[in-house]
């Protein structure tokens, strides 16, 4: 997940991001944070293509008040979270105009804001990577990502069923953002960054389910095939998962971590 913290006050900011960095450790989801003192960079940064999953906002901030910023990004079509941070109620009704999913009272209470981030996981798939494509965001989930490759100054990202999706991202910086609690994504050439799930077979290659081949560095194939084997010999020695309830007509109760 991806998190705004907009708030002219240093303090409050810290305040709010370690609330929310100890919320995402007991959850065991992956995050990012970031900053802004004010919410004209805020709104600029959404203008040129940024994007978030949730952002907490103070109502009361020098140049332009939390609402407005809000208003203005609504206006650029941002349709992620807001969450807003304030002294006063005065502005609880206008919060409505904005689709606000929270209004939290300072001084902050840790079980409003976990409360607030509980409601907004509950319906958001975190064990998702996203990609910005033009003014929208793709989310594909980990599982469905067979391997990404680098061509000049993009990468291309090819997912389970055949969609390819172009990233103007370094590979390295993807292999930063797809790293996860499983370890199933193998930086086994320069070019290439595979999901091992999804290897058939080794040689000088790798063979995908899919049919698709993915190069190997070769001068570090035996480092690289011991990679996948320990992969897989991890994963063998994980316990089974438990069975899963009968039907009764509800859906199954899920719990929110790594992917």
């Known amino acids: 997940m991806r998190i705004a913290v907009c708030d002219d006050s240093f303090m409050d900011r810290e305040l709010i991001i370690n609330l929310l960095q100890h919320y995402f450790s007991e959850k065991s989801i992956r995050y990012e944070l970031v900053e802004y003192d004010n919410g004209i960079n805020l709104v600029c940064d959404i203008e040129e293509g940024d994007w978030f999953d949730v952002i907490f906002l103070d109502i009361y901030m020098h140049n332009l008040l939390g609402i407005d910023v809000a208003r203005k990004l ?3 079509h941002f349709t992620g ?3 807003f941070l304030t002294a ?3 502005f609880a009704v206008d919060s409505y105009d904005v689709a606000a999913a929270g209004y939290l009272l300072k001084p902050h209470s840790p079980e409003k804001l976990y409360q607030a981030m509980d409601r907004i996981t509950q319906h958001l798939d975190v064990n998702t ?3 910005q494509q033009r003014s ?3 989310r594909v989930p980990y599982n469905e990502i067979l391997y990404v490759e680098s061509s000049n100054s993009k ?3 090819h997912r389970k069923g055949g969609c390819t999706y172009v990233i103007y991202k370094r590979l390295a910086k993807i292999e930063e953002e797809l790293a996860d609690g499983h370890g199933r994504f193998l930086r086994c050439h320069q070019s290439y960054l595979v999901n091992m799930d999804y290897i058939q077979q080794v040689d000088k290659q790798f063979l995908l389910t899919t049919g698709d081949h993915v190069l190997i560095r070769q001068r570090d194939l035996k480092a690289i095939r011991q990679a996948y084997l320990d992969y897989m010999s ?3 020695a994980e316990p089974p998962a438990p069975p899963a309830p009968c039907a009764s007509g509800r859906g199954a109760e899920q719990t929110i971590g790594r992917a």
């Open 234 to 236: 991890s994963k063998e």
């Open 74 to 76: 609504r206006a650029n």
């Open 81 to 83: 979270e807001i969450i």
């Open 88 to 90: 006063s109620s005065d």
């Open 129 to 131: 990577y996203q990609i």
């Open 136 to 138: 929208k965001v793709i």
């Open 155 to 157: 990468c291309v990202l």
